[in-house]
Nanobody, 120 residues
Framework: QVQLVESGGGLVQPGGSLRLSCAAS????????MGWYRQPPGNERELVAG???????NYADSVKGRFTISRDNAKNTVYLQMSSLKPEDTAVYYC??????????????WGQGTQVTVSS
C-alpha cells in the first residue's frame, strides 16, 4: 500500500508564492515519474509539471518561468515552488507518482489534493 500526502496549499495574494510538497510512503521500491496536476473550478484536471527520476522536467506553458518542480529521491518527495501567482492558478493541486512496489509491481498513485487560492 502506498500513500501520497500533499501539503503547503492555502490562500495567497496575486504575485505571491507558495511551495507544495508531496511525500510518498508505504511499500516502495522506487519511484519513476512524479508530477503535479491541477483542477480549476468547473474544469478538467490538467498537467502542471512533471519530473523524471533523473531530474528532467516539463511544464505547462501557462506556468513556465513561474513554477519550479523538484524532487528528493531519498525522501520520496516532490515539490512545486510557485511564484508570481495569478488568480487563474486557483485550483485543487494533485500529486501523481509512478511507483514500483517492493514486489516490483508498477502502479500509478494520486494524492488527495490540496487547495490553492489566489485572491486579494
Amino acid at each position: 500500500q502506498v500513500q501520497l500526502v500533499e501539503s503547503g496549499g492555502g490562500l495567497v495574494q496575486p504575485g505571491g508564492s507558495l511551495r507544495l510538497s508531496c511525500a510518498a510512503s508505504g511499500s516502495i521500491f522506487g519511484i519513476n515519474n512524479m508530477g503535479w496536476y491541477r483542477q480549476p473550478p468547473g474544469n478538467e484536471r490538467e498537467l502542471v509539471a512533471g519530473i523524471t527520476r533523473g531530474g528532467s522536467t516539463n511544464y505547462a506553458d501557462s506556468v513556465k518561468g513561474r513554477f519550479t518542480i523538484s524532487r528528493d529521491n531519498a525522501k520520496n518527495t516532490v515539490y512545486l515552488q510557485m511564484s508570481s501567482l495569478k488568480p487563474e492558478d486557483t485550483a485543487v493541486y494533485y500529486c501523481n507518482a509512478d511507483v514500483l512496489s517492493v514486489l516490483l509491481l508498477p502502479k500509478n498513485y494520486w494524492g488527495q489534493g490540496t487547495q490553492v487560492t489566489v485572491s486579494s
